[in-house]
């Protein structure tokens, strides 16, 4: 079954407004997190990367203050969307690395959330 | 920062193997290469990890060619359900551990 889990699975919001997407990891502690997006037809395209207690680390070209990326707890980590704009409309998918060589040292993904702004 | 070459599509006969190339010809000596796929609107998933010997499990195997400059996933006997966009990926030897994916290679299995 599923190791991480995202929600909500798809969203719809208005423009100008924000959305926040959560990032679960079910059956391990989490110290590390990572958010992607991908468009259609397109590859995952790596997002930042999600520490715990820590403040995120955002990819080349990523707006840091637009995608706010929190991670408080060690199986929680949330990515806000601020002021949504069509542009914004993606697949964001998360997904979670295990601590040590829990599971072969290898992350999981999870479901993806479906972000549509109108 | 992908540093990873697939060919962009490939077609499997039902019950035959599939073999996926990937060329990762600047690879580091103690960085793994890693294969997921990701079937339509949806996360991608794990299939198999190596670092130099060849590896399998009950999904797939992975073949390293000696100079680790090149891997092959083999699907040992593809059915419609492994129709998927397959990734390899070289996992970075930084502190960060991020993955990286390349544009994949787009498998259609062919009843």
């Known amino acids: 079954g599923a190791v991480v889990s995202q929600h909500p699975s798809w969203v719809i919001c208005k423009s100008g407004t924000s959305v926040k997407i959560e990032c679960r990891s079910l059956?391990?502690?989490?110290?590390?997190m990572f958010w992607y997006r991908q468009f259609p037809k397109q590859s995952l395209m790596l997002m930042a990367t999600s520490n715990e207690g820590s403040k995120a680390t955002y990819e080349q070209g990523v707006e840091k203050d637009k995608f706010l990326i929190n991670h408080a707890s060690l199986t929680l980590s949330t990515l806000t969307v601020t002021s949504a704009h069509p542009e914004d409309s993606s697949f964001y998918i998360c997904?979670?690395?295990?601590?040590?060589?829990?599971?072969?040292?290898?992350?999981?993904f999870g479901e993806g959330s479906w972000l549509t702004v109108v | 920062d992908a540093k990873t070459t697939q060919p962009p599509s490939m077609d499997c006969a039902e019950g035959r193997a599939a073999n996926l190339p990937c060329n990762h010809s600047t690879i580091s000596g103690n960085e793994y290469v890693y294969w997921y796929r990701q079937i339509h609107s949806q996360g991608p998933q794990y299939i198999i990890h190596?670092?130099?010997n060849n590896e399998t499990n009950e999904m797939a195997s992975l073949i390293i060619t000696e100079d680790r400059k090149s891997s092959t996933l083999i699907l040992p006997h593809a059915t419609l359900r492994d129709t998927a966009v397959y990734y390899c990926i070289v996992r970075t030897s930084n502190t960060g551990n991020q993955f990286y994916f390349g544009t994949g290679t787009s498998l259609t299995v062919i009843p």
């Open positions: 997904s979670a690395l295990p601590p040590g060589t829990v599971r072969g040292n290898t992350i999981y």
């Open positions: 190596g670092l130099k």
């Open positions: 059956d391990f502690q989490a110290t590390t």
